[in-house]
């Protein structure tokens, strides 16, 4: 096995870590005398090894990571951090308790789906974040400063990061770049979503690092807020005209590659719920 993370310089004190093993992206902030991590990916031996990398590396310890949110790729590889301070939006926790990841039933059914799961899963912990904050929250070293902000918007606990010294922007599950996003958690606002991206692109931004796909910018941004908008008016159109979730019409912006089926069923199911409530 390879006992080392790639790391991904994108810019002088910013590292992003897109790796197979830990599922989703994870990232860091490489301050002066301690980094900060973004996310901890799915399998905590990857995890691991994700930590071992960055401290290894830029010999300094990992003294905060930033849980974006509560999906189990983001969260089920936490153990290897647990002795840091880990900290999230204030809603990450009642997300984290009500989630149906966590039941045994859950773990025994992804154990039978993937059978390699079952040499990962024994060492998954339910950790919450002993920090939690409400709409923002900063830290500091020296005279450096990593802005976080409690958005919402892909959940109700969704929190994105921002570096300003370098322009670079931790976007969580916010972006998923050069695919079809995952806008179908239940606890889903499509107009925080929206709002959210419309703010990233008033803000100096260089590079986004995402949940999921490679390193990206501000035309990324673009796309996916044109997708989210597209997808809100074909929402709109289909309630109105009494039809079904699935009669939504997908917008033509990412394709819907096997992978993304789930995806859309999902996200069209949630969609139209929150705005036959909210229209």
Sequence with gaps: MNNSIALQQVSKSTVAAIDPRLTSNCGAILLDDFIVAIDAGMRPFAARIFRETLEETYRRPVKYVCVTHYHQDHVF?????????????????ENLRKSPDWSSQAFERR????????????????????????????????????????????????????????????SGDLIFAGMFPFAGDKTCDPEKWIATLKTWLTMDI????????????????????????????????AITAGKNYADIDLPAVYPVTEHARWFADKTQRQWYKFYLKNQ
């Design 111 to 170: 154990k039978k789906e993937d059978p390699t799961a079952a040499e990962w899963l024994d060492a998954v912990e339910f950790i919450i974040p002993s920090v939690l904050f409400h709409q923002r929250m900063e830290i500091f070293n020296q005279d450096q400063v990593i802005e976080f902000v409690h958005s919402g918007g892909h959940s109700s606990c969704s929190v994105y990061g921002y570096y300003p010294d370098e322009k670079i922007l931790f």
């Design 77 to 93: 590889g936490l153990s290897p951090f647990k002795d840091v301070t880990l900290f999230g939006s204030a809603q990450i926790a």
């Design 206 to 237: 260089d590079h986004v690092i995402p949940g999921h796909g490679p390193v990206t910018g501000l035309d990324e941004v673009h796309r996916q807020l044109e997708f989210l908008e597209v997808l809100k008016q074909n929402t709109l159109k």
